[in-house]
């Protein structure tokens, strides 16, 4: 089945395959071209070009074709950090900060994670199938194509197994490309209060070789926090998790510098994530690894914390990757493109570099940069087409205002606005 994109204002994110993420100067990059047509085959891009040459493509008579006249047409968001499996929400701790107090102090005081704990082990594994897959349909519609989904509010052997068969089943009924990264060592649940080493050996003892003989995730990942696991823990967790093929992520560095990204990066993590706290030393570590750093800036607007030093990183020629951490704490909202506009409005990213970060690195810090993330032949058929605008760099200008018009994911149209 051939589906033709044709006469499109502007067709963005073209990249050569290549092995790793971006950065420096092809981070600052986004390819693209003007008039342009894009050919899908089944499920994958066929080839693309400017409208002059699509003449010397063999089309076959019953192609679909839709015309993207003065629209931008881009690889579908690749968001590699979610927690988009949880129930309940958490309006009342967002009113709580407004009056004052700090994201540390409400989760002393049970709330944060283990009130979303509280409330996902009294939900069953339908409901939260059903809320999950409606945020995915929501994310959809926003224009993502990719999505990383951790557990964590589960935080015991069954709950943390339940949110992993939920991921599991949403990977096989959703159309998103979809990644399931085990977060057991999230907060320590009320059950271990002091006791954290029993929690962590019962995560790597226990729950480990269950989630790994079920092939239940991709990834295995660990809140690097103060009150939370500390660097030892999270090196501790990820040699556990890798010599069951599992690799690493960390949240590290968000409310404090507690060590995570050199843990992580020692540890041989895909991605470190937050870095508001980041050092001049961390930017160090990571131009000599292949570690990824992500940026959350919904969770750091959300939480008003301080700006990590995005710049000064991608000066570093860092491959940085933004994703949303949509979650019901700390980023309520899955909406991709708004997060690009916070990159570039607070972290000082130009829409090229946002855009990139959003898609191809984003892609990689997921382990699917060989097949997602740009406009590339052989690649997924996951593409956004936007309504008629100026070009890409009006997305992130344009900020909280869905522009995404029809989306494409596996080569098949799933809407029209
Ligand atoms: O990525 N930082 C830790 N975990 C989440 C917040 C989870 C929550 O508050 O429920 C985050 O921001
Ligand atoms: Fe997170």
Not at 226 to 255: M, P, R, W
Request: with cysteine.
């Amino acid at each position: 089945m051939q589906l033709l994109l044709e006469h499109i204002g502007t067709l963005a994110g073209i990249h050569p395959s290549t092995a790793a993420p971006l950065r420096g100067e092809a981070l600052s990059a986004l390819p693209s071209i003007n008039n342009a047509f894009l050919l899908l085959e089944d499920d994958k891009i066929a080839a693309f070009g400017p409208m002059e040459e699509l003449d010397k493509q063999s089309l076959n008579t019953n192609i679909k074709r839709i015309s993207a006249a003065g629209k931008t047409v881009l690889p579908s968001w690749c968001d590699s950090h979610t927690h988009i499996v949880f129930a309940g929400s958490r309006e009342q701790e967002f009113v709580d900060r407004i009056r004052g107090l700090s994201y540390e102090e409400i989760a002393k005081r049970g709330g944060g994670i283990l009130n979303s704990a509280e409330k996902l082990r009294a939900a069953s594994e339908e409901e939260l199938f059903e809320s999950a897959m409606g945020r995915l349909n929501d994310i959809i519609l926003q224009g993502t194509g990719a999505v990383e989904i951790k557990s964590g509010y589960g935080l015991s052997i069954e709950s943390e197994l339940k949110m992993l068969r939920v991921i599991k089943r949403l990977k096989a009924s959703s159309p998103l490309s979809i990644k399931a990264t085990f977060l057991g060592a999230h907060a320590i649940p009320n059950e271990y209060k002091g006791r954290k080493n029993d929690y962590l050996r019962m995560l790597i003892d226990e729950l480990l070789p269950i989630i790994a003989s079920e092939q239940l995730a991709d990834y295995c990942d660990i809140f690097c926090e103060n009150n939370y696991f500390d660097a030892k823990d999270t090196k501790t967790l990820l040699a556990a998790a890798s010599k069951l093929g599992i690799q690493g992520k960390v949240h590290a560095e968000q409310l404090s510098h507690s060590g995570g990204i050199r843990a992580g990066i020692e540890a041989g993590a895909v991605s470190v994530d937050h870095l508001e706290y980041i050092s001049d030393e961390d930017i160090e570590l990571l131009k000599n690894s292949s570690t990824i750093p992500i940026l959350l800036p919904g969770a750091q607007f959300f939480l008003n914390l301080p700006l990590p030093p995005a710049r000064k990183m991608l000066n570093a020629a860092l491959p940085v990757a933004i994703a949303t951490d949509f979650n019901p704490g700390s980023a309520p909202s899955g909406n991709m493109a708004f997060n690009l506009s916070l990159a570039c409005v607070l972290y000082k990213m130009t829409p090229e570099e946002a855009i990139n970060a959003a898609t191809i690195n984003g892609a990689f810090a997921m382990g699917l940069g060989s097949s997602h993330g740009s406009i590339t032949v052989g690649k997924k058929a996951n593409i956004l087409i936007t309504r008629p605008i100026p070009g890409p760099a009006f997305i992130p200008y344009s900020f909280a205002n869905n522009l995404v018009e029809q989306v494409i994911l596996n080569g098949k149209i799933i809407n029209t606005l």
